[in-house]
Every structure is written in structure tokens, then in C-alpha cells.
């Protein structure tokens, strides 16, 4: 015991001096938050701002009497331009070019037809946007209050209560409460940023304790000690979890000062994300987090061995980030969930685990059986790690 405390104490020691792992382990995971929150917030901000406060030009096409109450709306409104002579036939062109920002086209039979106490048929052409299509909600609004004063001068003229109108009141109970809605939501998107810390941080100590030793010529000289090399693999393994760990755990303090730092988050947001922050939620995140990273950490040590140096392991390990990304990006799918076969799988069901404890609905059968296959995973890279660490045509490659 105290021969493996002794390796991976100099091993820390040595990884804490490389600037590339702190940066990975404690810069990267701490900035990232509160800069990706903070460019969100102020570009969403902006964009609503700006489509609220916009003045719409808005034309409307039509020959009919009707249209002259729409046209009165539009007028009366604040932030909306009427422009007139508009062809019927250059509208496409006129909202593509962004001359104007929504078109109403009325049938030429709509007078009839709501004379006849029918449906009139009104054409919108407007650009659709990625977000909320605030724009387009503001001038459909202008529609709505036009067939609101219609349907009073129908009721009217028919001497109705317009109440007769609604003959059903849907009232919707949604027994999912928006703390599992928002949960899932959320918990889609931290595993994605925890498993990705855990690579990082594994990834560059791994390639400096194997790769880079064999570089600078260390490794012969640790390789004398009087222990075993299965004790100075579990130094470097050790180290190679610990900083995986930590960086995933530093990730969290800068979600933490997310919550802190932005006000303006909705409350529903800040109860969930404040959830993680409970004993039991770190707990279990932290007991899904550690074999996984002893996963990434034999994993990474095994490929580092091969390598003669730094850039050559860099070169052989960059592609799995791609590999460690997919089973992460399958898990975001809406309809995957946790089940006794995604439970087997690795990395997705960390994902999927994950999302569960933030959403507060994790399965303890589920949640046993993504530790037992993490257990099985963890213990077979650390037994492959140890056979390569023990093979002197790899550990002297070069």
C-alpha cells in the first residue's frame, strides 16, 4: 500500500506540473458554463428584443369590404407599417427579399363566405425563424382580434351569446411535473458535458504518464523501483481517475456558478439544476461517473503504451473522442430511455442514467444494473492495461 501511495504521489505530482492538464482538468470545465450560458443568454436576449420591438410591414391583398377592418387593426397598432399596392403576384419575392415581413391575401370569395356565416380564407405568407417565430406570432395576432370582431358582429346579428360558441373546455392535467420535464431536458445535456470531461481529463495525464515517459526517458528509471509493475501501472491508473474525476466535478462548480451569476434563468430551471447540488444527486452521478472513468482510464493508459511519444498517442486516442460522443449523442434521441438493454450498454447508459437522477425518476433495478456493467467494464480495461504494462516489447517500443 504504501508503494502504490508513493507512485501516485510522484505521478500527481508530476501530472499537476503539466500546463496542458490543468488547463483540461480545471480551466475548460470551469469557464465552459458560465461562458456558453452567458453568450446563450445575451445572443437569446437580444434576438427576443429584437423581434418584440421590430416594426412589422405588413400588407394586405384583397377587394372586399371585410378587409378594411383587418387594415383599421393594423393601422391602430403599435409597431406595425401598412404598405400598399402590393402585386399579388411579387408577395413570394417581397417576404423572401425581407421588403416585408408578412402578407394577408383574402379569397376573392371570402365576403360571401362570411356573409353566408362560412369560414373566409385568408392566405399569410411570412419567413419562419429558428426560434420562437416571435415575428410571425405578433402578426397573426393582427388575424386573431380581426375574427373576433367578425364572430361578434355574427353573434350579434344573430341575436346569440357568443359563449354558445364553445361547446367543450378541454382542461389538460399533466401528471409529469415539470420538474421531470425539465429534468430530462437538462439531464439530455449534462451527460454529455460530464462524459466528455471525464475523457479530457483522463486523456492527458494517460498520454503523459505512458507516451510521455517513454519520451523523455523515465520510464526505465521508474521501471527499477523495488515494487512491481503491476503496482506502478495502479499509480498512474490511480491518477489518471482521480484528475477524469475531477474534472467532471470542477464541471459542476461551474454549473453552480451558472445559478449564481444568471438571474434571469426561469426558477423551474434553477430548482433542477440546484437538485444536482444535493448530497444524494452527487452521490449517485459521482458513483456512475468513477467506473466509467477507470473505464477511459485503462482504456487510454493501454493506448498510450503503444505510442513512442506525445503526438503519436495524441494521434492514435483523438479519434475515440468520436467514438465516446455517439453512444452520448444517442442518448439526446427523444424515445430513448433507460431499459434492462440500454443498461448494458457503455457510456449510453450513463447518458440515460443520468438524465433519470436529474429528472428525479431513476429505476434502483436499472440504476444496479448500469453499476454491474460499469463494475465488468472498469475491471476488464484495468486487466488489459496490466497485461500490455507487463509486455517489455510495448512498454520499450522505440
Not at 419562419?128 to 350579434?156: C, H, P, Q, T, Y
Not at 495525464?205 to 521508474?222: N, V, Y
Amino acid at each position: 500500500m504504501n508503494a502504490f501511495l508513493t507512485i501516485f504521489k510522484k505521478e500527481l505530482i508530476d501530472t499537476l506540473r503539466d500546463r496542458r492538464t490543468i488547463i483540461a482538468m480545471i480551466i475548460i470545465p470551469l469557464a465552459l458554463f458560465p461562458v456558453i450560458f452567458g453568450i446563450w443568454t445575451t445572443i437569446q436576449k437580444s434576438m427576443v428584443k429584437k423581434a418584440k420591438e421590430k416594426t412589422l410591414q405588413v400588407a394586405v391583398i384583397s377587394n372586399d369590404s371585410e378587409t378594411q377592418k383587418l387594415i383599421e387593426i393594423i393601422i391602430q397598432k403599435e409597431k406595425f407599417k401598412l404598405i400598399e399596392n402590393v402585386p399579388e403576384d411579387s408577395v413570394r419575392s417581397f417576404v423572401q427579399n425581407d421588403s416585408l415581413d408578412g402578407v394577408f391575401v383574402f379569397s376573392k370569395t371570402f365576403d360571401k363566405r362570411v356573409e353566408n356565416l362560412r369560414a373566409g380564407r385568408i392566405k399569410f405568407y411570412f419567413k419562419s425563424s429558428e426560434g420562437d417565430n416571435i415575428e410571425k406570432d405578433r402578426m397573426k395576432d393582427l388575424v386573431d382580434k380581426f375574427e373576433d370582431s367578425l364572430l361578434s358582429a355574427r353573434f350579434e346579428k344573430l341575436d346569440l351569446d357568443k359563449a354558445i360558441s364553445t361547446a367543450v373546455k378541454l382542461v389538460e392535467v399533466d401528471i409529469t411535473s415539470k420538474k421531470e420535464r425539465i429534468g430530462k431536458a437538462i439531464g439530455a445535456i449534462l451527460p454529455y458535458i460530464f462524459v466528455i470531461f471525464c475523457f479530457m481529463g483522463s486523456m492527458y495525464p494517460a498520454i503523459d504518464l505512458a507516451a510521455g515517459e517513454k519520451e523523455r526517458g523515465t520510464i526505465e528509471t521508474l521501471l527499477t523501483a523495488p515494487v512491481s509493475r503491476f503496482v506502478i501501472l495502479l499509480g498512474k491508473f490511480g491518477v489518471v481517475v482521480l484528475t477524469g474525476i475531477s474534472s467532471a466535478l470542477v464541471s459542476l462548480v461551474g454549473l453552480y456558478l451558472v445559478v449564481l451569476q444568471f438571474g434571469e434563468i426561469p426558477p423551474e430551471i434553477i430548482d433542477v439544476i440546484s437538485g444536482i447540488f444535493e448530497i444524494k444527486s452527487i452521490i449517485l452521478l459521482l458513483s456512475l461517473l468513477l467506473p466509467l472513468t477507470m473505464f477511459f482510464a485503462g482504456v487510454l493508459l493501454s493506448l498510450s503504451m503503444f505510442a513512442k511519444s506525445f503526438k503519436e498517442a495524441q494521434s492514435i486516442i483523438t479519434p475515440f473522442n468520436f467514438v465516446i460522443i455517439l453512444p452520448v449523442l444517442i442518448g439526446l434521441i427523444p424515445g430513448v430511455t433507460l431499459d434492462p438493454k440500454t443498461a448494458l450498454i457503455p457510456i449510453l447508459n450513463v447518458s440515460l442514467a443520468t438524465k433519470e437522477i436529474v429528472a428525479g425518476t431513476i429505476d434502483f433495478w436499472l440504476l444496479i444494473e448500469v453499476y454491474a456493467s460499469l463494475a465488468v467494464l472498469a475491471g476488464l480495461s484495468l486487466f488489459l492495461s496490466s497485461r500490455i504494462f507487463l509486455r517489455e516489447t510495448v512498454i520499450f517500443r522505440g
